[in-house]
């Protein structure tokens, strides 16, 4: 049946602030909120000239709608690259002051004369207001107190305007020190001066604002979330009629208040990954609507399996969907009603079987003036289904909403909005504890999915940086090294729509967490509401994508981290999950992560049941079936440091969704931010971009225990050559020991832990510095991703050492398949010298069903290898669908690198354009481990880090991710292994 929600709300409330849900749009059209008289765009690229100017006017630049003031600071040359050297430190003040953005526009004549006009905000980073037509110096919110090296709280009273450029202005104030001049707009071309002058006591001392009246005000608009739109009715909206008006938009700092203060992205404060740069800025578009009759602010559509959790595999030819679409509109019921008008809905789904289409028309008394929802039933039959990487393909269906206001057999206007969807089921099954196998798991069409991922981190502080291509890059690279999801990390943002868009089309599952992290906040009315309406619009945007597969409460904030069990309920789950599942059913939802299961609320596949979400366990943090571990601190000292490769030290666990190990970034990634002095791992611009010293001194000491002599001899220097060679060993020893973390998860599914996922921490760089991640700022591939591609291949052979590889007596060799088919081949084995002979060991057999895989019996070193210290084991993996195809490969080193007896080695790199490509030429004079190689521009090889025998040449394509061709000597190449290098 046809449902409706309405909302009150009347279009006459002066100064209303209409809190419509969060937002991280893109400004994409089909997402836009959409009036029947059309929309006006305020920012920069639609020729809207903003300025940012700050407390006292002493910086006046030009700005960029969206951005962030840093780099309208940037641009105007006001700071330097922020990420240069320690200027996240010295440019603290950026953050700490109050910041007010100021543009004129002509609004055009036929959308103010429309009835209604509404400012839509879609994103405002963060304390803000807004005045239409009422120039502002600035405005702080009473939460927040200027910081101490500011100006006192003085006033200033729009005085008077004078004609003339800039230079009118300083000469009006240049003897009055009472008296501040600046213009808005373009400084040299500008004509008209406003002239601001101190007028202490002009405003009420308590109520916290500082801005300058004039004589006309139309109105003036609050923000205090960066998570959402805000939709603000303009009541005085036909004075914008052929006139030239302007906006401003003042925001506060919180640069020195904790970050759970206020909706923002955590990671702006800092973290050991992270600088603390605090931004402040229209981050997302901001745009008028106009309506005479109506406007449609969102569509919500959401999908359901029937049955909710499908027993079986479903298929493209047995499968049935309920599709629910949500269409929010904004009407004015009044015109409706006087002018004879009803309202025809039409719906059209892209698929041809079950019931694709709704057509239905109302009369205007069916409405309310306000806010309304139409609840619109369909159904989808024998679609094509989305699934995950590796599963198969990611079919998108389209879904057109037409809104017609109709008099009679006449349309009158009408407005149209699409969306996209894709159709699968999606579980998320969790067992009692003492099971053994698994417990924790999630099932997409039916199947069981071994998760393999990480955990994303917004790729940049400053998100104007972060262009399609860049989004796309990163994505693809997840694609390629054979992920199949990540983890949206609780402390940074929602991302924008385009992020999504990708993940469905790459078949990339999102891990969904509410944004909070590591912190206790604020249960006051005010913020529980704000984190509804947060909660209730993301869910509303990102329902329609297939790729979110879980909306999950928080990052590790446990009912008794910090909270009571009854604070802790009301906020993350009154507050913020409850408003998440009274839009969307149709996907699990996760108490926190990492979790006990729920105690009541869902059904046995994770979906909400309309019942109270309680938490099974709430007194235990530290859940035993789903972890967040770390050994990495075990190099703290050389004293307590251990080698990272032994299975035994890492736990049984049905799900991993968070581990890490830190690396370098490469040479190439951080020389455009440091200096030549810095060209060390202990030296302090290093230390300055880890945020702590600690971790590098872990990284220092993994290094040596690791790989000892084959790292002193430049480890201690800063000249450039040993400072790559110890990047490189840094690289390598975070892939190790990260990878045979990974490794471990991987043979977990066929040990009684019945492992079913693993998610590393953390994808990619936000700056350019040592980090935890596979991909460095701007992209590049470490060492890590290319290990990680090959540990997350569909199938693949691994192995360990047991007891320890610093006592190698015996091999467990493994294969593992997340084919949907059964999957049977051959296992090679050989044993190779250092010295690059060869013997032949066995031949193994694998016959596996489908998303299985087998743990072979013990293979023991001393009938195959007298001196461990020179010798190392080679598993080479073969399909009898192709048996002259090598489908993996899997080295077993025998002992630590430090004990290995290998010879120095000199690489040879040589280049040849070929195509758009260049080909490298890659030749070591002896056996080379790990033969890594790196780039001046971002881009990719088609083969890394990889064994290199004495004399063989490979050839190994490179292409940028940018997609530009290259000719030979637009970049240099250069190559590392553990004993040699190209330099």
Same mark, same amino acid.
């Given at each position: 049946?046809?449902?409706?929600?309405?909302?009150?709300?009347?279009?006459?409330?002066?100064?209303?602030?209409?809190?419509?849900?969060?937002?991280?749009?893109?400004?994409?059209?089909?997402?836009?909120?959409?009036?029947?008289?059309?929309?006006?765009?305020?920012?920069?690229?639609?020729?809207?000239?903003?300025?940012?100017?700050?407390?006292?006017?002493?910086?006046?630049?030009?700005?960029?709608?969206?951005?962030?003031?840093?780099?309208?600071?940037?641009?105007?040359?006001?700071?330097?690259?922020?990420?240069?050297?320690?200027?996240?430190?010295?440019?603290?003040?950026?953050?700490?002051?109050?910041?007010?953005?100021?543009?004129?526009?002509?609004?055009?004549?036929?959308?103010?004369?429309?009835? +209604?006009?509404?400012?839509?905000?879609?994103?405002?980073?963060?304390?803000?207001?807004?005045?239409?037509?009422?120039?502002?110096?600035?405005?702080?919110?009473?939460?927040?107190?200027?910081?101490?090296?500011?100006?006192?709280?003085?006033?200033?009273?729009?005085?008077?305007?004078?004609?003339?450029?800039?230079?009118?202005?300083?000469?009006?104030?240049?003897?009055?020190?009472?008296?501040?001049?600046?213009?808005?707009?373009?400084?040299?071309?500008?004509?008209?001066?406003?002239?601001?002058?101190?007028?202490?006591?002009?405003?009420?001392?308590? $109520?916290?604002?500082?801005?300058?009246?004039?004589?006309?005000?139309?109105?003036?608009?609050?923000?205090?979330?960066?998570?959402?739109?805000?939709? *603000?009715?303009?009541?005085?909206?036909?004075?914008?009629?052929?006139?030239?008006?302007?906006?401003?938009?003042?925001?506060?700092?919180? *640069?020195?208040?904790?970050?759970?203060?206020?909706?923002?992205?955590?990671?702006? /404060?800092?973290?050991?990954?992270?600088?603390?740069?605090?931004?402040?800025?229209?981050?997302?578009?901001?745009?008028?609507?106009?309506?005479?009759?109506?406007?449609?602010?969102?569509?919500?559509?959401?999908?359901?399996?029937?049955?909710?959790?499908?027993?079986?595999?479903?298929?493209?030819?047995?499968?049935?969907?309920?599709?629910?679409?949500?269409?929010?509109?904004?009407?004015?019921?009044?015109?409706?009603?006087?002018?004879?008008?009803?309202?025809?809905?039409?719906?059209?789904?892209?698929?041809?079987?079950?019931?694709?289409?709704?057509?239905?028309?109302?009369?205007?008394s069916f409405f309310q003036d306000g806010y309304n929802n139409l609840s619109i039933p369909l159904r989808a039959e024998n679609v094509n289904l989305w699934w995950p990487n590796g599963y198969g393909a990611q079919p998108m269906y389209n879904i057109n909403v037409t809104v017609n206001v109709v008099k009679g057999e006449n349309t009158v206007v009408g407005l149209s909005k699409n969306s996209q969807t894709g159709f699968r089921s999606v579980n998320l099954?969790?067992?009692?504890?003492?099971?053994?196998?698994?417990?924790?798991?999630?099932?997409?069409?039916?199947?069981?999915?071994?998760?393999?991922?990480?955990?994303?981190?917004?790729?940049?502080?400053?998100?104007?940086?972060?262009?399609?291509?860049?989004?796309?890059?990163?994505?693809?690279?997840?694609?390629?090294?054979?992920?199949?999801?990540?983890?949206?990390?609780?402390?940074?943002?929602?991302?924008?729509?385009?992020? *999504?868009?990708?993940?469905?089309?790459?078949?990339?599952?999102?891990?969904?967490?509410?944004?909070?992290?590591?912190?206790?906040?604020?249960?006051?009315?005010?913020?529980?509401?704000?984190?509804?309406?947060?909660?209730?619009?993301?869910?509303?945007?990102?329902?329609?994508?297939?790729?979110?597969?879980?909306?999950?409460?928080?990052?590790?904030?446990?009912?008794?981290?910090?909270?009571?069990? =009854?604070?802790?309920?009301?906020?993350?789950?009154?507050?913020?999950?409850?408003?998440?599942?009274?839009?969307?059913? =149709?996907?699990?939802?996760?108490?926190?992560?990492?979790?006990?299961?729920?105690?009541?609320?869902?059904?046995?596949?994770?979906?909400?049941?309309?019942?109270?979400?309680?938490?099974?366990?709430?007194?235990?943090?530290?859940?035993?079936?789903?972890?967040?571990? *770390?050994?990495?601190? $075990?190099?703290?000292?050389?004293?307590?440091?251990?080698?990272?490769?032994?299975?035994?030290?890492?736990?049984?666990?049905?799900?991993?969704?968070?581990?890490?190990?830190?690396?370098?970034?490469?040479?190439?990634?951080?020389?455009?931010?440091?200096?030549?002095?810095?060209?060390?791992?202990?030296?302090?611009?290093?230390?300055?971009?880890?945020?702590?010293?600690?971790?590098?001194?872990?990284?220092?000491?993994?290094?040596?225990?690791?790989?000892?002599?084959?790292?002193?001899?430049?480890?201690?220097?800063?000249?450039?050559?040993?400072?790559?060679?110890?990047?490189?060993?840094?690289?390598?020893?975070?892939?190790?020991?990260?990878?045979?973390?990974?490794?471990?998860?991987?043979?977990?599914?066929?040990?009684?832990?019945?492992?079913?996922?693993?998610?590393?921490?953390?994808?990619?760089?936000?700056?350019?510095?040592?980090?935890?991640?596979?991909?460095?700022?701007?992209?590049? /591939?470490?060492?890590?991703?290319?290990?990680?591609?090959?540990?997350?291949?569909?199938?693949?052979?691994?192995?360990?050492?047991?007891?320890?590889?610093?006592?190698?007596?015996?091999?467990?060799?493994?294969?593992?398949?997340?084919?949907?088919?059964? =999957?049977?081949?051959?296992?090679?084995?050989?044993?190779? +010298?250092? $010295?690059?002979?060869?013997?032949?060991?066995?031949? /193994?057999?694998?016959?596996?069903?489908?998303?299985?895989?087998?743990?072979?019996?013990?293979?023991?070193?001393?009938?195959?290898?007298?001196?461990?210290?020179?010798?190392?084991?080679?598993?080479?993996?073969?399909?009898?669908?192709?048996?002259?195809?090598?489908?993996?490969?899997?080295?077993? /080193?025998?002992?630590?690198?430090?004990?290995?007896?290998?010879?120095?080695?000199?690489?040879?790199?040589?280049?040849?354009?070929?195509?758009?490509?260049?080909?490298?030429?890659?030749?070591? =004079?002896?056996?080379?481990?790990?033969?890594?190689?790196?780039?001046?521009?971002?881009?990719?090889?088609?083969?890394?880090?990889?064994?290199?025998?004495?004399?063989?040449?490979?050839?190994?394509?490179?292409?940028?991710?940018?997609?530009?061709?290259?000719?030979?000597?637009?970049?240099?190449?250069?190559?590392?292994?553990?004993?040699?290098?190209?330099?």
């Open positions: 049946t046809l449902t409706r929600t309405m909302l009150s709300h009347s279009l006459q409330l002066k100064l209303a602030v209409l809190l419509l849900h969060v937002l991280f749009s893109n400004g994409m059209a089909s997402l836009e909120v959409q009036g029947d008289c059309g929309t006006f765009s305020l920012s920069s690229n639609k020729g809207v000239q903003w300025n940012a100017v700050n407390h006292n006017a002493s910086i006046f630049v030009p700005a960029s709608v969206p951005g962030q003031i840093h780099m309208d600071l940037l641009a105007a040359g006001v700071i330097e690259e922020p990420y240069e050297g320690n200027n996240t430190q010295t440019q603290a003040w950026v953050g700490r002051e109050p910041w007010t953005f100021f543009a004129t526009f002509s609004y055009p004549v036929a959308q103010a004369n429309c009835q +209604n006009v509404a400012l839509v905000a879609e994103g405002l980073d963060t304390i803000a207001n807004i005045w239409m037509n009422q120039p502002v110096l600035r405005n702080y919110s009473q939460d927040f107190s200027y910081h101490q090296n500011m100006l006192p709280s003085d006033r200033l009273n729009f005085t008077r305007s004078i004609p003339g450029p800039i230079s009118s202005c300083m000469r009006e104030c240049a003897y009055d020190l009472s008296c501040v001049g600046f213009t808005v707009g373009n400084p040299d071309t500008e004509s008209m001066c406003w002239i601001y002058e101190q007028v202490p006591g002009l405003m009420n001392s308590t $109520d916290g604002d500082f801005y300058a009246k004039t004589h006309s005000s139309v109105s003036q608009y609050q923000a205090n979330n960066m998570f959402r739109r805000f939709i *603000y009715p303009i009541n005085q909206h036909k004075d914008l009629s052929g006139a030239t008006n302007n906006i401003t938009v003042s925001f506060a700092p919180v *640069y020195d208040k904790p970050w759970s203060s206020t909706r923002k992205d955590a990671s702006n /404060w800092g973290y050991d990954w992270a600088p603390k740069v605090v931004t402040q800025g229209i981050w997302r578009p901001l745009y008028f609507i106009s309506y005479n009759y109506i406007s449609i602010t969102d569509v919500v559509v959401t999908s359901l399996s029937i049955p909710s959790n499908p027993t079986v595999q479903l298929t493209n030819d047995k499968n049935v969907f309920d599709v629910t679409i949500g269409v929010y509109l904004l009407l004015d019921n009044q015109k409706l009603e006087s002018d004879g008008c009803s309202v025809r809905v039409h719906v059209q789904g892209g698929w041809d079987t079950g019931a694709n289409s709704f057509d239905k028309t109302y009369p205007a099954i969790a067992l009692d504890p003492t099971t053994q196998g698994k417990k924790q798991y999630y099932k997409v069409n039916g199947v069981p999915i071994y998760v393999k991922g990480a955990d994303w981190v917004p790729i940049d502080q400053f998100p104007s940086r972060i262009s399609y291509n860049r989004l796309n890059n990163s994505l693809q690279s997840v694609k390629d090294a054979n992920m199949n999801i990540l983890r949206i990390w609780g402390g940074g943002i929602y991302e924008k729509e385009e992020f *999504y868009n990708l993940a469905d089309e790459l078949g990339i599952m999102i891990h969904q967490e509410g944004q909070f992290s590591d912190a206790t906040y604020p249960s006051d009315p005010e913020m529980l509401a704000n984190v509804a309406q947060e909660a209730k619009y993301q869910a509303m945007r990102l329902s329609r994508h297939p790729s979110v597969i879980v909306w999950v409460g928080n990052n590790e904030i446990c009912p008794t981290c910090g909270y009571n069990v =009854s604070a802790w309920t009301k906020f993350f789950l009154r507050g913020f999950l409850d408003n998440v599942v009274s839009v969307d059913k =149709s996907r699990p939802v996760w108490p926190l992560c990492p979790s006990y299961a729920w105690g009541s609320g869902v059904d046995q596949g994770g979906l909400p049941t309309g019942e109270l979400l309680q938490v099974g366990n709430p007194a235990d943090s530290h859940p035993p079936w789903e972890t967040h571990y *770390y050994r990495f601190g $075990d190099c703290a000292t050389m004293a307590t440091c251990r080698n990272c490769v032994d299975d035994a030290i890492y736990p049984q666990t049905s799900y991993a969704s968070e581990f890490g190990w830190i690396g370098m970034s490469s040479f190439d990634t951080l020389k455009p931010y440091i200096t030549p002095k810095d060209y060390n791992i202990m030296s302090p611009g290093i230390q300055f971009r880890e945020n702590t010293i600690v971790h590098q001194v872990k990284v220092l000491n993994s290094v040596l225990y690791h790989f000892g002599d084959y790292a002193t001899p430049f480890i201690y220097n800063n000249d450039e050559s040993s400072f790559k060679r110890t990047i490189y060993m840094s690289q390598l020893q975070h892939a190790l020991c990260l990878g045979a973390e990974a490794r471990h998860y991987r043979r977990g599914r066929e040990t009684i832990a019945g492992t079913m996922g693993s998610m590393y921490w953390m994808l990619e760089s936000n700056w350019p510095a040592p980090s935890w991640t596979s991909l460095e700022y701007g992209g590049r /591939w470490k060492l890590l991703h290319y290990e990680i591609a090959r540990i997350y291949a569909p199938l693949v052979v691994d192995s360990y050492c047991m007891p320890s590889i610093e006592n190698c007596q015996q091999i467990i060799a493994h294969v593992g398949s997340d084919s949907l088919a059964v =999957s049977n081949g051959t296992v090679n084995i050989q044993v190779m +010298n250092f $010295d690059g002979t060869v013997k032949h060991v066995a031949n /193994w057999t694998y016959n596996l069903d489908p998303l299985a895989g087998i743990i072979y019996d013990p293979l023991n070193t001393s009938e195959f290898c007298s001196d461990l210290a020179k010798c190392f084991v080679i598993f080479t993996l073969y399909s009898v669908h192709a048996p002259n195809e090598v489908i993996s490969t899997h080295y077993q /080193w025998l002992t630590l690198w430090k004990s290995a007896n290998i010879s120095k080695t000199q690489i040879s790199v040589t280049e040849e354009a070929v195509g758009d490509s260049i080909i490298l030429h890659v030749t070591s =004079s002896s056996l080379a481990p790990y033969v890594m190689l790196y780039s001046s521009i971002v881009g990719r090889f088609s083969m890394n880090a990889f064994l290199a025998l004495a004399g063989v040449t490979y050839d190994i394509e490179f292409t940028t991710s940018s997609g530009e061709p290259l000719k030979s000597g637009d970049a240099e190449f250069y190559a590392v292994s553990i004993n040699g290098a190209s330099f």
